[in-house]
């Protein structure tokens, strides 16, 4: 995951840089290898995951863009480890708003994290065209581009300071480039409250062309991020 959360121009410095793991992903959208077959999927935005890298290693038709796709690879890897042990600094105090069930301890966690980010980095390195700097709420890809996208730590996370209107300007853009179906994982903030104004962002971006459904999700980590958000295209 990453975003830039202040304005003023675009900034290293002002960008989280931290990402998930192929499993975190499969588990957080509940997705079955089946169901990536045969469908160009959009990690937006991607941040340092390494789904990308990891899917496409198997086979899958993926792309991945973020606004940290400005940068070149050799600093977003030095910002990801920077921002990695400011992470794990704040777990010691924040242990307990976590279930730690899957992740197992701090350490492990910070042994997925690095491994995101230094799959991704290699990958990324070889396959520049896979990763493309995109600047939400706008994407530079054609209508009905991707059949899937996936959407993680990112919309409703940060609705302390991201507003109703540039959520439905995001939740617009998705449904512009993808045909089949969007997923979108959590549905809480920062402090674990489930968003206010989630229905009201799809009502108002969706205009009766998208159904949406929340949905429980296997992924256990941030304590009340227990379910996923599927929107799909009617037919």
Not at 117 to 138: K, M, N, S, V, W
Request: hydrophobic share 40%; charged share 25%; aromatic share 10%.
């Amino acid at each position: 995951m990453s975003n830039k959360l202040h304005e003023g121009g675009l900034h290293l410095d002002r960008i989280i840089f931290i990402g998930r793991t192929y499993n975190e992903y499969m588990s957080m959208f509940d997705l079955t290898e089946e169901q990536l077959q045969g469908r160009r999927i959009l990690d937006c935005p991607a941040g340092a995951c390494s789904f990308t890298a990891e899917a496409s290693a198997h086979g899958f038709d993926v792309i991945a863009t973020d606004i940290a796709y400005t940068f070149d690879t050799d600093s977003l890897h030095a910002k990801g480890k920077q921002d990695i042990a400011h992470m794990l600094e704040h777990m010691q105090t924040a242990h307990h708003e976590y279930d730690w069930t899957m992740m197992g301890t701090i350490e492990q966690l910070g042994n997925t994290r690095l491994f995101a980010l230094e799959t991704f980095c290699q990958d990324r390195a070889q396959y520049d065209q896979r990763y493309i700097p995109a600047t939400l709420p706008q994407l530079p890809l054609p209508d009905k581009s991707v059949d899937l996208t996936l959407s993680a730590h990112f919309l409703f996370m940060y609705a302390d300071r991201l507003d109703l209107s540039f959520h439905i300007q995001c939740l617009r853009e998705m449904m512009r480039v993808t045909t089949q179906e969007i997923r979108i994982f959590p549905l809480i903030n920062l402090y674990g409250e489930r968003v206010s104004f989630i229905e009201e962002a799809i009502f108002a971006a969706s205009a009766g062309e998208w159904t949406s459904e929340e949905q429980p999700t296997p992924y256990i980590f941030q304590k009340g991020a227990e379910s996923m958000l599927i929107l799909k295209r009617k037919l």
